[in-house]
């Protein structure tokens, strides 16, 4: 099983966090890294993600996607749909596109929530 590290900004449901350590993937928070209720920009996120080799991990979707074909060279950026109430389905939706997409390396992946 390939561990992959992930950077979840300040906004990523901890719930999420949690479910994705369960299945084994090293997982850093914002509030962990001491980054969160800085006001740092989604360009900063990325930049302190891609310096810790980790794929950013964001429900802010819109942002991400823009700033994805802005900086070229990340360690991958995934976007997700907020749904609070599934936390374990959501986790392994994420875990499925990890599975597919690895290595990470450039890449946006999208993950949407159930219908």
Known sequence: MMIIRLYADENFPQSVVEELRKLNHDVLTAHEAGQANQRISDPQVLAYATQQQRAVITQNRY????????VTKHAGIIVCREDHRHPLELANRIQAQLIIQAPLDNKLIRVNKLK
């Open 63 to 70: 942002d991400f996607i823009k700033l994805h074909k802005i």
